[in-house]
């Protein structure tokens, strides 16, 4: 059987997503029917960047299905001292049955996959991080009952986040609002290819109010993304009105939430009052990468 990767949100179907978010709903609610389906299976987990949510819950999840997690860091491998990507996928490949990797560079990751011989699944780089993606619409599934024409106002940095966002917005026909300050928008191909192939309806706007107004849900991310540190002091400058803060939620619907991917950097992109209030969905929203990390293990890994 050929191994299918997960490093980009596009990889899956939308009824593979439905599918997905159904089984870490179940996974969440204590269905063990499948108990330990990976027994006797190891899960790298290479990380080029730090992490306190994706390797935890990932390391937790692949306990819990029965394999053993394994922790590698690129300076502890030989490919810190050159060897390549094709190589080290190649020889990997011989002793884990999945492959989680962090990276800087996308084509990291993609490189990996095409000499692994086993899944890889993309647990963020510098274009995506469809595991987040897939926690947030479970999170919105939960406290909305539906995905289907839900708005959801994603305000500040067209990151990574924002990327896989709106490719899962395509998917599940999520009302995906994006308010950036010029030039700091989505990825523009993957803005087009996925509003011409998806169900969601994907809005482009610069007014972080005019994105609040009427939301179900309100989103942010850090506005210094990790690699990209250089650019902290003027991007302070030009998403300083784009901060998700009591004033915006007002405009949102009485009963909105509001999601964080997590690290947040309280202050900036959203204040203390919001993240701490009771609209906030922030730390179910990061249980739920461990639900939702299951369901892909589970589904990914042979
Ligand atoms: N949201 C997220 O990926 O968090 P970590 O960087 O802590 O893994
Ligand atoms: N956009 C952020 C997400 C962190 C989980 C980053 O890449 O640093």
Same mark, same amino acid.
């Given at each position: 059987?050929?191994?299918?990767?997960?490093?980009?949100?596009?990889?899956?179907?939308?009824?593979?997503?439905?599918?997905?978010?159904?089984?870490?709903?179940?996974?969440?609610?204590?269905?063990?029917?499948?108990?330990?389906?990976?027994?006797?299976?190891?899960?790298?987990?290479?990380?080029?960047?730090?992490?306190?949510?994706?390797?935890?819950?990932?390391?937790?999840?692949?306990?819990?299905?029965?394999?053993?997690?394994?922790?590698?860091?690129?300076?502890?491998?030989?490919?810190?001292?050159?060897?390549?990507?094709?190589?080290? *996928?190649?020889?990997?490949?011989? +002793?884990?049955?999945?492959?989680?990797?962090?990276?800087?560079?996308?084509?990291?990751?993609?490189?990996?996959?095409?000499? *692994?011989?086993?899944?890889?699944?993309?647990?963020?780089?510098?274009?995506?991080?469809?595991?987040?993606?897939?926690?947030?619409?479970?999170?919105?599934?939960?406290?909305?009952?539906?995905?289907?024409?839900?708005?959801?106002?994603?305000?500040?940095?067209?990151?990574?986040?924002?990327?896989?966002?709106?490719?899962?917005?395509?998917?599940?026909?999520?009302?995906?609002?994006? *308010?950036?300050?010029?030039? +700091?928008?989505?990825?523009?191909?993957?803005?087009?290819?996925?509003?011409?192939?998806?169900?969601?309806?994907?809005?482009?706007?610069?007014?972080?109010?005019?994105?609040?107004?009427?939301?179900?849900?309100?989103?942010?991310?850090?506005?210094?993304?990790?690699?990209?540190?250089?650019?902290?002091?003027?991007?302070?400058?030009?998403?300083?009105? +784009?901060?998700?803060?009591?004033?915006?939620?007002?405009?949102?619907?009485?009963?909105?939430?509001?999601?964080?991917?997590?690290?947040?950097?309280?202050?900036? /992109?959203?204040?203390? /009052?919001?993240?701490?209030?009771?609209?906030?969905?922030?730390?179910?929203?990061?249980?739920?990468?461990?639900?939702?990390?299951?369901?892909?293990?589970? +589904?990914?890994?042979?």
């Amino acid at each position: 059987m050929t191994k299918k990767d997960f490093l980009t949100i596009g990889d899956m179907s939308a009824e593979e997503v439905r599918t997905l978010l159904d089984r870490s709903i179940a996974l969440k609610a204590g269905d063990d029917a499948m108990k330990c389906p990976l027994i006797g299976k190891s899960v790298g987990l290479f990380f080029e960047k730090p992490s306190t949510r994706t390797r935890v819950s990932f390391e937790v999840g692949i306990y819990q299905l029965g394999a053993q997690p394994v922790y590698l860091s690129p300076k502890e491998l030989q490919l810190g001292r050159g060897e390549t990507i094709g190589d080290t *996928a190649r020889t990997l490949s011989r +002793y884990l049955h999945g492959m989680v990797m962090r990276v800087y560079s996308h084509r990291s990751a993609v490189e990996f996959a095409r000499h *692994a011989t086993i899944p890889v699944i993309n647990g963020l780089s510098d274009l995506h991080h469809p595991c987040q993606a897939l926690a947030d619409a479970m999170t919105v599934l939960e406290y909305k009952g539906r995905l289907e024409g839900v708005r959801v106002a994603y305000i500040g940095d067209g990151n990574n986040v924002a990327n896989s966002l709106v490719e899962i917005a395509a998917r599940t026909g999520i009302d995906f609002v994006i *308010a950036s300050p010029s030039g +700091y928008g989505p990825d523009a191909a993957l803005l087009e290819k996925s509003r011409a192939a998806g169900t969601g309806n994907i809005t482009l706007v610069d007014d972080p109010r005019e994105a609040a107004e009427n939301a179900d849900v309100l989103y942010t991310d850090v506005w210094v993304s990790m690699g990209q540190e250089g650019e902290a002091e003027e991007k302070a400058k030009k998403f300083r009105s +784009y901060q998700i803060n009591a004033e915006l939620l007002r405009l949102a619907k009485s009963d909105a939430v509001v999601l964080h991917c997590l690290p947040a950097i309280r202050g900036q /992109e959203i204040t203390d /009052e919001v993240m701490d209030g009771p609209q906030s969905a922030v730390f179910d929203q990061a249980e739920n990468r461990m639900h939702t990390e299951k369901a892909l293990l589970e +589904y990914l890994v042979r």
